[in-house]
């Protein structure tokens, strides 16, 4: 705890540090074009956390109880920063409840404040909520991609509604009460096995377009030999992601429909 109070009184004085530089615009004097080259090049940080970092400088200039509370070491840089994002919903308003605010706040968890912070930023502006709401929404992607290496890379990220469905589909399944104790799977793969098994029982049983009487299945082509489990049985290939082992073909064939595909011979 002493070392944060440390980090938080530094970081205190940075952005008072900034705000002074800016309301002086002392970067001129020492032959800066702007505050942003002066504090990138000063703190040697990247122009996005420079901008971050100006645009708190100066939002704490209007918020006078906050920052004594950032001075004081009462709140942290991420929870100042969730308190400038709220006032920007109404600042009026804000500066009316600031005090209130800190003092309401201040003692919650990260979490908890997070919370807080958003019925607050809500019941301020229910208009600029769902804008932010609707925004937040639009900022959602999913990337699938087979790599090199044979595996499989996701990349995304959710709006908080979808983002929760899918946390609680997942804690449904890897609910460590659950599991058997000799389970020696990491969380992260119980969460990779568990997304698996929801994708598989969606393609088994989702709603699902019927084709030729057959549902939509994960297709893999392999050869005779391999069906048969002889040595030398190879070509076991899916759709998107390449070779599979012909161990891991035979595991598949347990529960699968198999469509014979003569290319010629015997």
């Not at 900034?18 to 970067?27: D, K």
């Not at 800190?102 to 979490?111: D, I, R, T």
């Amino acid at each position: 705890m002493e070392a944060h109070g440390r980090v938080v009184q530094a970081e205190a004085e940075r952005l008072a540090w900034v705000a002074e530089v800016i309301a002086r615009e002392a970067y001129s004097d020492v032959g800066y074009l702007s505050v942003l080259a002066f504090v990138v090049d000063r703190f040697g940080i990247g122009v996005g956390a420079a901008r971050g970092l100006i645009s708190l400088a100066k939002a704490l200039t209007a918020m006078p109880v906050v920052k004594a509370a950032l001075d004081d070491g009462v709140l942290d840089v991420p929870r100042v920063r969730l308190l400038a994002g709220a006032r920007e919903a109404n600042p009026v308003l804000f500066a009316e409840a600031e005090e209130t605010l800190v003092e309401a706040f201040s003692g919650l968890s990260m979490k908890d404040f997070v919370t807080a912070v958003d019925l607050w930023r809500q019941n301020a502006d229910l208009q600029a909520a769902e804008a932010d709401a609707q925004h937040l929404r639009d900022r959602r992607y999913l990337h699938v991609s087979p790599t090199l290496d044979r595996l499989v890379r996701i990349d995304g990220q959710l709006d908080p509604e979808a983002g929760q469905t899918l946390i609680d589909a997942l804690r449904s399944i890897t609910d460590p009460q659950q599991l058997d104790p000799s389970d020696t799977r990491t969380p992260g793969q119980r969460r990779a096995d568990a997304l698996t098994r929801l994708c598989s029982d969606h393609l088994a049983h989702g709603d699902t377009p019927v084709s030729g009487g057959f549902r939509p299945q994960v297709p893999v082509t392999a050869s005779y030999e391999t069906l048969l489990g002889l040595a030398d049985g190879t070509g076991c290939v899916t759709e998107d992601c390449g070779l599979l082992s012909p161990e891991t073909v035979r595991r598949i064939l347990c529960d699968a429909t198999v469509i014979p595909v003569v290319l010629g011979g015997d």
